[in-house]
C-alpha cells in the first residue's frame, strides 16, 4: 500500500472511530488528526475540510467492508439464491454494525452529513444492481431500479438496526431479518428466471 493510502486509511479510521464517540459536528479535524497520528497540515494537505473526508471516507469503508462480506459469501456458495440471501443479510448487518456512527451523523436537524453516507451506500448500491442488470442482459434502467430498491432497503436497515438496539428480544428481530432476506432473495430469482 502506498503511504498516500495509507495516510488517507488512518484518517478515514480516526474519523470513523470518533463518529463512535460523538456527533459529527463536534468533531474538531484536531481531533481527526490527533487519532490519526497525523499533522494538521497532512489532514489539508489531502482533504478540503471535514466534510470531504467524510464523503471519502464514507466510499471507501463500505466499499471495503462489503466487498470483503461479499468474497466471502461468494467463497462459501455457489448456489445463486443463496448468495442474493446471504448479500442482503450482509447488508443488513452492515448497517447495524454501523448504526451509532451513523446516528452521530445527524445533529439537531442537520441531515447533510447523513445525505453525504447515505450517497456513498447508494452508489455503491447502484454498482451492484448495474453488474446484476449487466450480467444478465436485461432491458432495464439500471438508475431507476437502484434507487427504487435503495431507498426501501436503506429505510428498512436502519429499522433493522434499531430494532436490534431497542428490542430485548434481539434473537426475534435477527430471525426476522432472515425471513425478510429470504423472501427478497426468492423474489430475485423468480425474476431473473423470468428473463
Known amino acids: 500500500m502506498r503511504k498516500t493510502d495509507t495516510t488517507k486509511k488512518r484518517f478515514e479510521k480516526a474519523l470513523f472511530g470518533l463518529l463512535l464517540k460523538k456527533n459529527y459536528h463536534d ?34 469503508l463500505i466499499n471495503e467492508e462489503y466487498n470483503e462480506a461479499y468474497r466471502k459469501i461468494l467463497r462459501k456458495e455457489s448456489d445463486q439464491e443463496e448468495i442474493e440471501y446471504q448479500s442482503l443479510l450482509a447488508t443488513y448487518d452492515w448497517v447495524a454494525k454501523h448504526y451509532k456512527q451513523i446516528q452521530n451523523l445527524i445533529h439537531e436537524g442537520d441531515t447533510f452529513p447523513m445525505e453525504i453516507f447515505k450517497n456513498a451506500l447508494a452508489i455503491n448500491y447502484g454498482k451492484y444492481i448495474k453488474e446484476a442488470i449487466n450480467s444478465n442482459d436485461y432491458d432495464v434502467p439500471g438508475d431507476y431500479l437502484s434507487i427504487f430498491f435503495f431507498e426501501g432497503l436503506y429505510g428498512s436497515c436502519l429499522y433493522y438496526a434499531e430494532q436490534l438496539k431497542n428490542k ?28
Do not use: P, Q
Not at 179 to 186: E, H, Q, V, Y
Open 27 to 60: 468533531i474538531t479535524v484536531n481531533e481527526i488528526c490527533s487519532s490519526a497520528g497525523k499533522t494538521k497540515m497532512t489532514f489539508y494537505h489531502y482533504y478540503k475540510d471535514k466534510t470531504d473526508l467524510l464523503a471519502a471516507a464514507s466510499i471507501n
Open 168 to 195: 430485548k428480544d434481539k434473537k426475534k428481530v435477527k430471525e426476522d431479518i432472515k425471513k425478510l432476506c429470504r423472501f427478497w432473495a426468492k423474489i430475485i430469482m423468480f425474476a431473473t428466471k423470468e428473463n
